[in-house]
């Protein structure tokens, strides 16, 4: 069994920034695994945000891309997502995924930005 556990949501004004974090655990190879974050927004569909590689090579959905980046920790089985500038219409629940044989998701961590 796999565990993900995200944490570094809140509230933001527009413009600021917010570091999310996703800490994986149990029966997983990390190093060897593709991450990614998705996102959902009330009376939305889940939307993959970005995604990286075990090789660390990452791609970005086309609304964050130059606002955020994802990026790996090996050593700590963790993967992160730093966001900038931003948006309203960046509020959602954000989740995690371990992608494999089998995948795996987070409980979510909800990002809120609004003045």
């Known amino acids: 069994q796999v565990q993900l556990v995200e944490s570094g949501g809140g509230l933001v004004q527009p413009g600021g920034s917010l570091r999310l974090s996703c800490t994986a655990s149990g029966s997983i190879l990390f190093r060897f695994t593709g991450m990614a974050w998705y996102r959902q927004a009330p009376g939305k569909q889940r939307e993959l945000v970005a995604h990286?590689?075990?090789?660390?090579?990452?791609n970005y959905a086309d609304s964050v891309k130059g606002r955020f980046t994802i990026s790996r920790d090996n050593a700590k089985n963790t993967v992160y997502l730093q966001m900038a500038s931003l948006k309203p219409g960046d509020t959602a629940v954000y989740y995690c995924?371990?992608?494999?044989?089998?995948?795996?998701w987070g409980q979510g961590t909800q990002v809120t930005v609004s003045s």
């Open positions: 995924k371990a992608i494999g044989r089998m995948d795996y």
């Open positions: 990286i590689t075990s090789g660390s090579s990452t």
